[in-house]
C-alpha cells in the first residue's frame, strides 16, 4: 500500500471532487454560444426585416432594429398577399396544410405501428423479406415514383384530392416508421408476447392492452417525424394536392414569386416565418423526445 | 397415477438443425419434472412447444389426456411462469393477475376470488395496487407465478424462474415453489440449468443434451447411477473425478502405474477395454477413514479450497487429477503426503468409446 499522493494544493483528497472552471471550459461554451447565435442570425434577420417599412429595408442594414415596427406585413402574408391570381393570403395554404397532416399523421402512424408489430412478433413465412423491402423503399428516389402514382391514384379518381395526398404520404412515410416501430417492438421482450398469449389474447388484443399502452414514447416521436416533414413537404404538394388544397409551402412559394412591380421583402419574410412557425414549435416543445426516439430507432437494427 | 403430460416422437427442426429429436416423455399427475441441462439442449425449446408456443415439426403433445398438439396456448390448460418475469408494465399487480381471466371474459365475482386466492397464497396482497416497475424481482416473480395461478390450469411451466434473482433470494424462492407444488400438488415442468435447483425440487429430473434426454430418473439415481458420462460430469460440484484406465475382468490397470479391484461394483454391462472410473469428490476418504475402503492410495496434496462447511483438496493418482472432499476439520495442506481410499461399489464405471455406464 502506497500513501495517497498529496494533490498540487497539498490537500488530501477526500468528500467531493472540488470543480475548477478550466480554460478549456470556458472555451467550449464560448464556442457554444457563438455557434448558436450564428445559427441563430438568419431567423433574427427575418423577423426584423418582416417589420420594416421598404424604405427601411432599401437602407441596407439587415441587422438593425426596426425604427417604426409595424405588423403589417404579417397580417397581409396571412390574409392578403396574392399567390397568382388570388390574393388571400397564406391563410388558405395554413388550413389545407392542417388538413393534410392532421389526416397523414394518423393514419401513416397507425398503420405502421400495426406493421411493426406484425412483424416483429408474428413472423410468418417471408416476413422477413417484406420487411427487407419495405426498408428498401426508404431508399427509391421519390422522383421516379411521382408518375406512376399520379396514373395509379387518376385511374382511381383521387389523384388531386384530399385523400389522394394522404395515401401518398402515408405510402411515402412506411418505410421510415415501420422500421421505427419494428425497433422499437424488437427491442422489448419476446416474453411478454409470449405470457399474453399464455393468457389468451389474439393478435389484436395483444396490439391493444400490452403493446400499445408501452410504445407512447415511440409514437410521440413518430408523431413529430410525420408533423415536421408533411408540413415541410413542398413536391408531393405540388404535384398531388391539387388546386383546393395547397399546402402552405407550395403557397409560400407562390407568394414569394409573384411579383406585382416591386419585391415585397416584408412580407415575405412574415410569410416564411409563418410557414416554419409550425415544425419550429413542434421541435422546442419535443426536443427531448425527438433525439430519445433517433436513438432508438438508430441502435437496434 | 394418471399421466398429465404426454409427449410422443416430438421433433422440432430449424430448417437443417434438430433441435428437439423425437423425443419422448410422460409425465405423472402431480409430479414435478425438471428439465435440466447446459444452454442450447432445447430444454426451453420443449417447454415452449409444450406451452404451444413453438409449433412442433413433427409428433404429439398431450395434456390431461388430450391431444393439444395443434391448440393455442390459452387451450392447452397450462400456466407459465419466465426467466424476464414478463409482467405487463402498464398494469397493476392486479390487472396483471386479471388479464387473463378478463381475457376469457369471466365474471368479474370469479375473477376477483380468484385474484384474492393467489394472491394470499403468494402473499403479494398489500402489492396488488402497484405497478410491477415498484416491485422488487423477487415480488415481481411472485406476481408471474400468481398469474400462471389464478388460471387455475392442471399444469404449471417454469422457464429458468429463479435465474435472473441474487443467490439469497433464489434460495428462498426455491423454497417457496416447493412449497406452493406441497400444496397445489399440480403438475410442474420447470426448466433450469442450476443442478442445485433440479436436485432440490424435482421428482425425476430429465438431463437433456442436443435436444435428447440422456438420462431421467429420480435425483438419487441421476447423483448416483448416471448413465452416461455427460450425465456423470454435469451433476455434482465440485464435479465428478473419471479415472482413465484399461478395465480387464474387475480390474481397471491405470496407465500400468496402478491397479484398481473394482470390488463391490455391480456390473450392469462388463465390457473389457478402455474404460473410465467415476468416483465423487465426496466418496473418497481422506487419513484413518481410507483404512477401511477397499481400495487405498497414497498421494500428495496440491491445492486446498477450504469451503467453510467443508475442504476441496486436489491431488494426483497416477498422473492424473483427483479431488476428494474431506470434513472441515481435517488438517490438510499442499505437499503433504495423505492415505486416501474409496469404495468402487458407490462408484461408476463408463465404457470411453460408447461413454455409457457399464
Not at chain 1, 464556442?31 to 431567423?43: D, E, G, Q, S, T
Not at chain 2, 384474492?116 to 416497475?133: C, D
Amino acid at each position: 500500500m502506497t500513501a495517497l499522493a498529496p494533490t498540487s494544493i497539498g490537500v488530501e483528497p477526500s468528500g467531493p471532487r472540488p470543480r475548477h472552471i478550466t480554460a478549456g471550459r470556458i472555451g467550449i461554451y464560448a464556442f457554444l454560444i457563438i455557434a448558436a447565435l450564428f445559427f441563430l442570425l438568419p431567423l433574427w434577420v427575418m423577423v426584423i426585416t418582416s417589420m420594416k417599412s421598404m424604405s427601411e429595408i432599401r437602407a441596407g442594414n439587415i441587422f438593425a432594429l426596426p425604427m417604426q415596427p409595424t405588423l403589417d406585413y404579417w397580417v397581409k402574408a396571412w390574409s392578403s398577399a396574392c399567390t397568382g391570381v388570388s390574393c388571400n393570403g397564406l391563410a388558405p395554404g395554413f388550413f389545407n396544410s392542417l388538413k393534410i397532416t392532421a389526416l397523414s399523421v394518423p393514419v401513416s402512424i397507425v398503420i405502421a405501428m400495426i406493421n411493426g408489430y406484425a412483424l416483429s412478433f408474428w413472423r410468418f413465412r417471408g416476413s422477413e423479406l417484406l420487411f427487407g423491402i419495405l426498408v428498401f423503399g426508404a431508399f427509391v428516389p421519390f422522383q421516379v415514383l411521382i408518375y406512376p402514382i399520379i396514373f395509379a391514384l387518376s385511374r382511381v379518381g383521387l389523384f388531386g384530392t384530399l385523400p389522394g395526398i394522404v395515401i401518398v404520404h402515408t405510402i411515402f412515410g412506411m418505410p421510415i416508421l415501420t422500421l421505427l416501430f419494428r425497433n422499437f417492438f424488437a427491442s422489448l421482450p419476446s416474453e411478454l408476447f409470449k405470457a399474453a398469449r399464455v393468457d389468451g389474447a389474439g393478435f389484436w388484443r395483444i396490439f391493444f392492452w400490452v403493446m400499445l399502452p408501452m410504445s407512447v414514447p415511440i409514437a410521440i416521436v413518430a408523431v413529430i417525424l410525420q408533423v415536421t416533414g408533411i408540413w415541410n413537404d413542398f413536391l408531393f404538394g405540388l404535384v398531388f394536392a391539387g388546386r383546393e388544397n395547397l399546402p402552405m409551402t407550395v403557397q409560400l412559394n407562390n407568394i414569394v414569386r409573384t411579383s406585382t412591380g416591386t419585391v415585397e421583402y416584408g412580407t415575405n419574410m412574415a410569410a416564411t416565418v409563418l410557414t416554419g412557425a409550425v415544425p419550429l414549435i413542434v421541435y422546442f416543445v419535443s426536443g427531448k423526445w425527438f433525439v430519445r426516439g433517433i436513438a432508438a430507432g438508430a441502435v437496434k437494427g | 397415477m394418471a399421466t398429465s403430460v404426454e409427449i410422443k416422437d416430438l421433433s422440432l427442426n430449424y430448417g437443417s438443425v434438430k433441435v428437439l429429436d423425437r423425443l419422448n416423455l410422460d409425465i405423472a399427475e402431480g409430479e414435478f419434472i425438471v428439465l435440466l441441462g447446459p444452454s442450447g439442449c432445447g430444454k426451453s425449446t420443449l417447454l415452449n412447444c409444450i406451452a404451444g408456443l413453438l409449433d412442433v415439426s413433427d409428433g404429439q403433445i398431450h395434456i390431461s389426456g388430450k391431444n393439444v398438439t395443434w391448440e393455442e396456448p390459452k387451450d392447452r390448460g397450462i400456466g407459465m411462469v419466465f426467466q424476464s418475469y414478463a409482467l405487463y408494465p402498464q398494469m397493476t399487480v392486479e390487472k396483471n393477475l386479471s388479464f387473463g381471466l378478463r381475457v376469457a371474459r369471466m365474471p368479474k365475482a370469479e375473477i376477483d376470488s380468484r385474484v384474492k386466492r393467489a394472491s394470499e397464497i403468494l402473499q403479494i396482497e398489500p402489492l396488488l395496487n402497484r405497478k410491477p416497475v415498484e416491485l422488487s424481482g423477487g415480488q415481481r416473480q411472485r406476481v408471474a407465478i400468481g398469474r400462471a395461478l389464478v388460471r387455475d390450469v392442471d399444469v404449471f411451466l417454469f422457464d429458468e424462474p429463479l435465474s435472473n434473482l441474487d443467490a439469497k433470494l433464489r434460495n428462498d424462492l426455491r423454497v417457496e415453489i416447493k412449497r406452493l407444488h406441497a400444496r397445489l400438488k399440480n403438475t410442474m415442468i420447470y426448466v433450469t440449468h442450476d443442478q442445485i435447483e433440479a436436485m432440490t425440487l424435482a421428482d425425476r429430473i430429465a438431463i437433456m443434451k442436443n435436444g435428447v434426454i440422456q438420462q431421467l430418473a429420480d435425483p438419487h439415481t441421476i447423483y448416483n447411477k448416471p448413465v452416461n458420462l455427460f450425465v456423470a460430469g454435469f451433476i455434482g460440484s465440485p464435479s465428478m473425478n473419471f479415472i482413465k484406465g484399461d478395465l480387464q475382468g474387475a480390474t481397471l490397470s491405470v496407465d500400468g502405474q496402478a491397479n484398481i479391484p473394482l470390488a463391490n461394483y455391480q456390473f450392469a454391462n462388463q465390457t473389457n477395454g478402455a474404460s473410465i472410473l467415476g468416483i465423487r469428490p465426496e466418496h473418497i476418504l481422506v487419513g484413518e477413514d481410507a483404512r477401511k475402503m477397499p481400495v487405498q492410495l497414497e498421494s500428495e496434496i496440491e491445492i486446498v479450497e477450504p469451503m467453510g462447511a467443508d475442504t476441496v483438496a486436489w491431488t494426483k493418482i497416477a498422473g492424473q487429477s483427483l479431488t476428494f472432499r474431506a470434513a472441515a476439520e481435517v488438517h490438510l495442506e499442499p505437499g503433504q503426503k495423505v492415505l486416501i481410499g474409496f469404495d468402487p461399489g458407490r462408484g461408476s464405471v463408463f465404457n470411453v468409446e460408447s461413454g455409457n455406464r457399464i
